[in-house]
T-cell receptor, first 115, second 111 residues
């Protein structure tokens, strides 16, 4: 594909429900990143994969958040027992993973609203 | 989490005016990036800066990597209505994967 795609674009969940957010990175991109963007704020790092290995998950706010990338391409961010404070836009980014690894390309995001 | 300090928070200007915004940090970064985010979209990379003191242009955009490595500046010349959006700075420490973002500067351009 031409860019990073994310689905769904919008998700409304009742408090306590589990949600799963999908990211399809740019084909061939080794590295994949998840960010959380609260209203009026900049994106904040959640977790990072290189291929299928999750190398950094220091930004995950609680053990209710879980991410996986089992085959080194598509990634899923799962949030269990959603809370109102989880409401945010969840952004996925990817890059080639070579020396210019800082050039991260973002998807459109999934806007999660927890009611 | 840590965020960079961006100023101003918002700007409302007339088409054709030049715009300046900046970003500061208490920590040193080895790379500075500037992104633009339109409503309902993800951030789009505008300019990347790799060396302290570096000045880089991309069309009407010019950005500078501060000598102290703790700040960066973005200038937009001759603004046009499609420049409307939120501009984010982001810093990266070499060897780490994570970008640290500012809170953004919202730019509004009046035709």
């Amino acid at each position: 594909g031409a860019g990073v795609s994310q689905s769904p674009r919008y998700k409304v969940a009742k408090r306590g429900q589990d949600v799963a957010l999908r990211c399809d990175p740019i084909s061939g991109h080794v590295s994949l990143f998840w960010y959380q963007q609260a209203l009026g704020q900049g994106p904040e790092f959640l977790t990072y994969f290189q291929n299928e290995a999750q190398l950094d998950k220091s930004g995950l706010p609680s053990d209710r958040f879980f991410a996986e990338r089992p085959e080194g391409s598509v990634s899923t961010l799962k949030i269990q027992r959603t809370q109102q404070e989880d409401s945010a836009v969840y952004l996925c980014a990817s890059n080639r993973g070579d020396s210019r690894y800082y050039e991260q390309y973002f998807g459109p995001g999934t806007r999660l609203t927890v009611t | 989490g840590q965020q960079l300090n961006q100023s101003p928070q918002s700007m409302f200007i007339q088409e054709g005016e030049d715009v300046s915004m900046n970003c500061t940090s208490s920590s040193i970064f080895n790379t500075w990036l500037w992104y633009k985010q339109d409503p309902g979209e993800g951030p789009v990379l505008l300019i990347a800066l790799y060396k302290a003191g570096e000045l880089t242009s991309n069309g009407r955009l010019t950005a500078q990597f501060g000598i102290t490595r703790k700040d960066s500046f973005l200038n937009i010349s001759a603004s046009i209505p499609s420049d409307v959006g939120i501009y984010f700075c982001a810093g990266l420490v070499t060897g780490y994967s994570t970008l640290t973002f500012g809170k953004g500067t919202m730019l509004l351009v009046s035709p």
